[in-house]
């Protein structure tokens, strides 16, 4: 099953010349979210950097939960799925 990522923004608080941002990642497998997920990054235009870094540091990081997630899930194995289809195919009544 393919999967879609969907961001949406949490909030945004300025404090001292800083803005907080905090994002919310869900990633679904097309039935159920298998990543729900906050991140929170600073940005400054006082230390020069721009929304284009804040930009990469959420990709980088929600990158690595995306990783992190596929890592963990197992790839059923060729026979083991060939065998589930045959016993799919098997109890169908057509």
Do not use: G, H, P, Y
């Given at each position: 099953m393919a999967m879609t990522a969907t961001i949406t923004k949490i909030s945004a608080v300025k404090e001292r010349g800083h803005v907080?941002?905090?994002?919310?990642?869900?990633?679904?497998?097309g039935a159920t979210d298998v990543i729900d997920q906050d991140f929170t990054e600073w940005f400054s235009k006082r230390t020069g950097e721009t929304i284009a870094d804040v930009q990469e540091r959420f990709?980088?990081?929600?990158?690595?939960?995306?990783d992190n997630h596929n890592d963990e899930t197992p790839m059923p194995s060729a026979s083991n799925l060939s065998i589930a289809i045959a016993d799919l195919e098997a109890s169908l009544s057509v």
């Open positions: 907080e941002i905090t994002l919310n990642l869900k990633v679904n497998d990709r980088l990081k929600m990158q690595e939960s995306i």
